[in-house]
């Protein structure tokens, strides 16, 4: 894949998706997606589906971004949340493998584990796959990944179960075997588990409060009169 730069400025005011997008080593990552234009947004769709380029998007949590912040207090309405997170739509939101939402990063003597060594185990894993079916796992069909996963009975029921609990789409079961079958290639092991699958479902549905059911109050203290 082709490295380009771009000004990120006029591809916010675009009403297309050019080619012209920062790609570093076959992933594209639009910061601030929020601010882009729904016609950008909306051809993504494709480009996400033909799975050539890993995407990568980063917005805020809200309008202010303090929302559900661990220290700071949001200032936006419930109708501009609203309207902010539903910048996200339906069918973008199915085509995402993973969500993950970020805390402030605070200073920390714990040894955490080193960029070189991550970057290891991830050429590692993506080894494993090229040498095992000759693609990424995520360009794997459903049917090519319910063989490459090796699963045993048990953790096919436990998949099955959950998928019909949540009633994911045949995007997302797809989505989440991809995952699964990943995690277990970090894990240097050939059978997807049932803890790879529980990961998988725990990336691809955050447990972070909607504006629809905020976190509930912590009760207050109260002293003997």
Known sequence: LAHFSFDEDT??????????????????????????PPAVRNQLLHTMDERKVAVMLAMNPCPC????????????????????????????????????????LLWSSKKEESSKRIRQRVEAAWRRQIQRQGVQNAQLSTAELEGYCAMKKATWQYYYKACAERKVSIRGQQSLLAVARTLADLAETNVVGKSHITAAFALRYSDRPSIDKPPRAKPKATTAS
């Not at 080593?25 to 882009?36: I, N, P, Q, R, S």
């Not at 971004?65 to 949001?74: A, E, F, L, Q, V």
């Open 11 to 36: 591809l916010q005011k675009t009403v297309s998706l050019p080619m012209a997008h920062r790609c570093y080593g076959g992933t594209m990552m639009l910061d601030e997606f929020a601010a882009y």
């Open 65 to 104: 971004g303090n929302y559900n912040h661990p220290h700071k207090t949001c200032t936006c309405s419930a109708t501009a949340l609203r309207n902010y997170q539903n910048k996200i739509t339906g069918p973008l939101r199915d085509r995402l493998d993973m969500v993950v939402y970020t805390t402030p």
